[in-house]
């Protein structure tokens, strides 16, 4: 009788085991089909999010987060823990978790890096795509005329800080990446550091100044140990820190209230680059229709600084004036752009090198987020309403209101 137990058991056992493995198999392809919808659609994160009977899926394309699909709720912690597996996070803890892995769809790899947050309802997830071997430059991200100019400046000078900072979905990563692409010479060393990744980013960012580098890029500028590293590090190396914040005055404020050595921050800062970005319209089924008088008197009404926005249109697309251009909007949404209208984005940089006041200010430590905004803005290289504007004029992205 008891051998008929163990048997029926162990029966019960193996079927649950096989269902087990089949369970595994069909969240690991069902992860699959996930992804491989995410990268088709260009999608820059994919979204799990758990409700009470199901769980919601949302990418976010172009900037914009849009609901996907719905998937049912029984498939949810089967999902989760094949993204665990790829990942090589803990199955078994209910803390916050970060990972990384790879995923090759139509050759072309993919790194997806993954965090769970745990909630009353199951594991939330966010999956960010990037290409693994990203071949943008910074032309093509959105870096034109008198911006791409100075930056270029910058980056061939000997020694100095340069913050590059961006706001969220801003696409920065992919702007270090093509900075980093960029100052792939044989004559230059570059050390790349990353400070979310490693656990002693300092030590790391010292282990790499024994190798005399040229050029070191930071991503992720935070915490005092590493910016004084990167702050005395710009007296002979020229130092790229990267961060993530809602504004360049943010970001430098929270670079110098780090700071321990206030003037060799205030000497050694070149300036910063501060990047938003917008949804790129469908350069397929985008309509152009030239600029009416309506449009033409709001623009040299609202906009202060004609002479600035027409050099950089001049510049930029070598046309004569503005009311030579068109603009476009509404795109009618076609197979290419997957009827959403837009195609990818465009950045919108605006880059300011550091003023004598803005050092001056650093110095005596009277820095505040409104002194630090305004010299910012002044000292701009082209402000970055004036470079919304014009690519707005020449039909890349959405017109916005002036008035506002
Ligand atoms: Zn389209």
């Given at each position: 009788?008891?051998?008929?137990?163990?048997?029926?058991?162990?029966?019960?056992?193996?079927?649950?085991?096989?269902?087990?493995?089949?369970?595994?198999?069909?969240?690991?392809?069902?992860?699959?089909?996930?992804?491989?919808?995410?990268?088709?659609?260009?999608?820059?994160?994919?979204?799990?999010?758990?409700?009470?009977?199901?769980?919601?899926?949302?990418?976010?394309?172009?900037?914009?987060?849009?609901?996907?699909?719905?998937?049912?709720?029984?498939?949810?912690?089967?999902?989760?823990?094949?993204?665990?597996?790829?990942?090589?996070?803990?199955?078994?803890?209910?803390?916050?978790?970060?990972?990384?892995?790879?995923?090759?769809?139509?050759?072309?790899?993919?790194?997806?890096?993954?965090?769970?947050?745990p909630t009353l309802?199951?594991?939330?997830?966010?999956?960010?795509?990037?290409?693994?071997?990203?071949?943008?430059s910074l032309q093509?991200?959105?870096?034109?005329?008198?911006?791409?100019?100075?930056?270029?400046?910058?980056?061939?000078?000997?020694?100095?800080?340069?913050?590059?900072?961006?706001?969220?979905?801003?696409?920065?990563?992919?702007?270090?990446?093509?900075?980093?692409?960029?100052?792939?010479?044989?004559?230059?060393?570059?050390?790349?550091?990353?400070?979310?990744?490693?656990?002693?980013?300092?030590?790391?960012?010292?282990?790499?100044?024994?190798?005399?580098?040229?050029?070191?890029?930071?991503?992720?500028?935070?915490?005092?140990?590493?910016?004084?590293?990167?702050?005395?590090?710009?007296?002979?190396?020229?130092?790229?820190?990267?961060?993530?914040?809602?504004?360049?005055?943010?970001?430098?404020?929270?670079?110098?209230?780090?700071?321990?050595?206030?003037?060799?921050?205030?000497?050694?800062?070149?300036?910063?680059?501060?990047?938003?970005?917008?949804?790129?319209?469908?350069?397929?089924?985008?309509?152009?229709?030239?600029?009416?008088?309506?449009?033409?008197?709001?623009?040299?009404?609202?906009?202060?600084?004609?002479?600035?926005?027409?050099?950089?249109?001049?510049?930029?697309?070598?046309?004569?004036?503005?009311?030579?251009?068109?603009?476009?909007?509404?795109?009618?949404?076609?197979?290419?752009?997957?009827?959403?209208?837009?195609?990818?984005q465009i950045a919108?940089?605006?880059?300011?090198?550091?003023?004598?006041?803005?050092?001056?200010?650093?110095?005596?430590?009277?820095?505040?987020?409104?002194?630090?905004?305004?010299?910012?803005?002044?000292?701009?290289?082209?402000?970055?309403?004036?470079?919304?504007?014009?690519?707005?004029?020449?039909?890349?992205?959405?017109?916005?209101?002036?008035?506002?």
């Open positions: 009788m008891q051998r008929v137990v163990y048997a029926a058991s162990a029966k019960i056992t193996n079927r649950l085991e096989s269902l087990d493995k089949r369970g595994s198999r069909e969240a690991d392809s069902l992860l699959q089909l996930l992804l491989r919808d995410a990268i088709k659609r260009r999608a820059s994160s994919l979204h799990l999010e758990p409700q009470t009977t199901s769980t919601i899926v949302r990418l976010r394309i172009d900037g914009r987060l849009l609901r996907s699909k719905i998937i049912s709720k029984h498939l949810h912690d089967p999902l989760v823990a094949a993204i665990k597996r790829q990942a090589e996070l803990d199955d078994q803890t209910f803390l916050p978790q970060n990972g990384s892995f790879t995923i090759e769809i139509a050759h072309q790899p993919t790194s997806i890096h993954a965090t769970c947050l309802i199951g594991e939330r997830i966010v999956l960010h795509l990037e290409p693994a071997e990203p071949t943008t093509q991200l959105g870096y034109w005329g008198s911006p791409l100019t100075e930056l270029g400046r910058w980056l061939a000078l000997p020694r100095g800080l340069i913050l590059l900072v961006g706001d969220h979905g801003s696409q920065l990563q992919q702007t270090s990446a093509a900075i980093m692409r960029l100052l792939q010479q044989p004559s230059l060393r570059v050390a790349h550091v990353s400070g979310s990744t490693s656990r002693q980013p300092s030590a790391k960012l010292n282990l790499a100044l024994i190798d005399n580098p040229d050029v070191i890029l930071i991503n992720n500028l935070s915490g005092s140990d590493l910016i004084d590293t990167a702050v005395s590090a710009a007296a002979s190396h020229l130092v790229i820190g990267v961060t993530s914040a809602a504004s360049a005055e943010a970001a430098l404020l929270e670079v110098a209230s780090w700071a321990s050595d206030q003037y060799s921050l205030s000497r050694f800062l070149v300036g910063v680059v501060f990047q938003s970005s917008e949804a790129l319209l469908c350069p397929i089924c985008r309509q152009v229709h030239p600029l009416s008088s309506v449009q033409q008197k709001l623009i040299s009404t609202h906009y202060p600084d004609m002479g600035e926005l027409l050099g950089h249109y001049r510049s930029t697309y070598g046309l004569p004036s503005i009311p030579a251009a068109c603009y476009s909007r509404e795109p009618k949404g076609c197979k290419a752009c997957h009827h959403s209208g837009t195609n990818g919108i940089p605006e880059i300011s090198p550091a003023s004598i006041r803005l050092k001056r200010l650093i110095i005596n430590g009277d820095i505040s987020l409104r002194t630090a905004q305004s010299e910012l803005r002044k000292s701009a290289i082209l402000k970055s309403d004036a470079d919304h504007l014009t690519k707005a004029l020449a039909g890349h992205i959405e017109w916005r209101s002036l008035a506002a």
